[in-house]
Nanobody, 121 residues
Framework: QVQLVESGGGLVQAGGSLRLSCAAS????????MGWYRQAPGKQRELVAAITSGGSTNYAEPVKGRFTISRDNAKNTVYLQMNSLKPEDTAVYYCHASAQSRFWHPLNDYWGQGTQVTVSS
């Protein structure tokens, strides 16, 4: 099993910055894609950004140019640097990883418990 633990959420004023971290631990053979999703009240969970083990990235349109995803493969950790935050960025942010516990196991999806990000206007 793989566990994901997020940190770094909080309350910030519009225009401010926050950095989220997510560390994977447990039985890990490999991690393919790691990413961040968010869910605002009354809305569906949506992709924010994702990164492969090779460093390829993908961002949702609303966060392009403001958010940066990065990854430390040696530490099994993914980061999300969020700049120029807007009230509409307010949501619970979830870490996601597509990982194998053993080389003969298929890839499985794992989720963190979520961290609240609140941006005040």
């Amino acid at each position: 099993q793989v566990q994901l633990v997020e940190s770094g959420g909080g309350l910030v004023q519009a225009g401010g910055s926050l950095r989220l971290s997510c560390a994977a631990s447990g039985s890990i053979f490999s991690i393919s894609v790691m990413g961040w999703y968010r869910q605002a009240p009354g809305k569906q969970r949506e992709l924010v950004a994702a990164i492969t083990s090779g460093g390829s990235t993908n961002y949702a349109e609303p966060v392009k140019g403001r958010f940066t995803i990065s990854r430390d493969n040696a530490k099994n950790t993914v980061y999300l640097q969020m700049n120029s935050l807007k009230p509409e960025d307010t949501a619970v942010y979830y870490c996601h990883a597509s990982a194998q516990s053993r080389f003969w196991h298929p890839l499985n999806d794992y989720w963190g418990q979520g961290t609240q990000v609140t941006v005040s206007s």
